[in-house]
T-cell receptor, first 114, second 109 residues
Framework: GAGVSQTPSNKVTEKGKYVELRCDPI?????LYWYRQSLGQGPEFLIY????????DSGLPNDRFFAVRPEGSVSTLKIQRTERGDSAVYLC????????????FGPGTRLTVL | SQQGEEDPQALSIQEGENATMNCSYK?????LQWYRQNSGRGLVHLILIRSNEREKHSGRLRVTLDTSKKSSSLLITASRAADTASYFCTYSGNTPLVFGKGTRLSVIA
């Protein structure tokens, strides 16, 4: 299909709530990445999937963050008990094979925790 | 954390001038990539240079890589107002994918 899509584009939630952010990668891409970006900063790596499995989740900041990719395509980033510091733009990217390839980024989900 | 560092943090030039930005890193790499981000949008891949390459061209872009100095440079020639954006380097190697803080380029018409 087209490029990487992410939904929702914006999410406002209250402190302590649970949120899910969705990423639809480019069809056929085996690798999928989640990043978050704060204002004035570069993207911060969170997790990298190769197929259905998390190849590297060392960037997840704590156990409130979890991501899945059950069928090796769509991925969901889940954040429990949100905190104001979680406010950021969450970016998803996919690539054909793995972390040595060009990544194609989605437009991001702007998460605001009040 | 092992983060790529772009330099300068901000750069302002006149349309038609060349823009050069640099990236330094600290580990062994497989490749290094440059991305552009326009305000409020996702990142767009510009160019990838492998660790065994020293220079690569793509249109008005020229990238060099010096693995002995662990540094790369991105040159944009004959800049245009549309080149105004943040530019990031990232690399893959034995660490998770990392991005620097970027260079904010402003091209003034």
């Amino acid at each position: 299909g087209a490029g990487v899509s992410q939904t929702p584009s914006n999410k406002v939630t209250e402190k302590g709530k649970y949120v899910e952010l969705r990423c639809d990668p480019i069809s056929g891409h085996t690798a999928l990445y989640w990043y978050r970006q704060s204002l004035g900063q570069g993207p911060e790596f969170l997790i990298y999937f190769q197929g259905t499995g998390a190849a590297d989740d060392s960037g997840l900041p704590n156990d409130r963050f979890f991501a899945v990719r059950p069928e090796g395509s769509v991925s969901t980033l889940k954040i429990q008990r949100t905190e104001r510091g979680d406010s950021a733009v969450y970016l998803c990217a996919s690539s054909l094979w793995g972390d040595t390839d060009e990544q194609f980024f989605g437009p991001g989900t702007r998460l605001t925790v009040l | 954390s092992q983060q790529g560092e772009e330099d300068p943090q901000a750069l302002s030039i006149q349309e038609g001038e060349n823009a050069t930005m640099n990236c330094s890193y600290k580990t062994s790499i497989n490749n290094l990539q440059w991305y552009r981000q326009n305000s409020g949008r996702g990142l767009v891949h510009l160019i990838l240079i492998r660790s065994n390459e020293r220079e690569k061209h793509s249109g008005r872009l020229r990238v060099t890589l010096d693995t002995s100095k662990k540094s790369s440079s991105l040159l944009i020639t004959a800049s245009r107002a549309a080149d105004t954006a943040s530019y990031f380097c990232t690399y893959s190697g034995n660490t998770p994918l990392v991005f620097g803080k970027g260079t904010r380029l402003s091209v003034i018409a």
